[in-house]
């Protein structure tokens, strides 16, 4: 019996994380187009359909799981050392803003990483960790989210050339261990979708997004790679020793 309730509330975890992605990926742009299409406000259609979206997603979050979703107040005072290295991933983006200078449309590139930043977060460290930790344990939950996070990044195949692809596969996999640390630290993912955003927004804020393998890229992946593994390696570490 205890089995079945189990699965169940894995089920509705990962159903709840499939609702959530297609919202993300078809709602939008769906929405957005319908706005235009019946008030001729283009320039603020994305924006509307961001909020909407966003509505509907925290309207079917269980109120009851809340807390087990990670959104609760956040204790990051014990953390800041791994908050200033995740931080440190976007210090690669700021990089290329200097080579390549800044995008037109701020805003878009600032509403556009927050709302990444939160869906992804609340679909992968969110449902997915959650379903994970129900079924098996926290620390295959960490292995797994992040796993489905990076592989989560294939869908840029459609823009962008294999190499590229995997290589950000790779990174976003390593760094998505350290945020999934970071939200059983915490016991929240405020830190992980503002770290998350902030990433996203160094990228988005570059006037010429190249697809090409560029030294920052490699260096990013290196940096990812080592990071993940050191972050799994002290997460090992204190829960042998406690």
């Known amino acids: 019996m205890k089995e079945k309730s ?3 509330e894995v089920i509705g975890l990962l159903a ?4 959530t992605l297609l919202l993300y990926e078809i709602f939008v742009p769906l929405f957005k187009h319908f706005i235009e299409k019946i008030a001729f406000i283009e320039g603020l259609s994305y924006y509307i359909a961001v909020a ?5 997603i925290f309207l079917l979050i269980p109120k009851k799981k809340l807390k087990q979703l990670g959104i609760s107040k956040s204790n990051n ?8 290295l995740l931080l440190l991933i976007g210090g690669f983006n700021i990089i290329g803003l200097f080579q390549q200078g800044i995008a037109e449309n701020i805003l878009y590139a600032f509403v556009r ?3 990444v930043g939160i869906v992804e977060e609340l679909i992968v460290r ?9 079924k098996f344990d926290e620390y295959k939950a960490i292995i797994f989210s992040s796993i489905v996070f990076g592989l989560f990044h294939l869908i840029n195949l459609t ?11 790779i990174y976003t996999t390593m760094f998505g261990i350290g945020f999934s640390i ?26 010429d997004v190249s697809s090409d393998i560029t030294i920052n890229v490699l260096c990013c992946t290196f940096y990812c790679l080592i990071l993940g593994i050191c972050f799994l390696y002290h997460y090992r570490k204190n829960v042998c020793s406690s």
């Open 77 to 84: 005072k014990e953390n800041m050392m791994h908050i200033v």
């Open 52 to 56: 909407v979206t966003l509505l509907i």
């Open 182 to 207: 970071l939200r059983v630290r915490t016991k929240s993912l405020l830190m992980p979708i503002l770290i998350h955003s902030f990433i996203d927004v160094t990228c988005y804020l570059s006037a």
């Open 159 to 169: 823009q962008n050339p294999v190499m590229t692809v995997l290589l950000q596969v």
């Open 113 to 115: 990483a927050l709302y």
């Open 126 to 134: 969110g449902y997915i960790f959650s379903a994970f930790e129900i």
């Open 6 to 8: 189990i699965n169940r």
């Open 16 to 19: 709840l994380s499939i609702i």
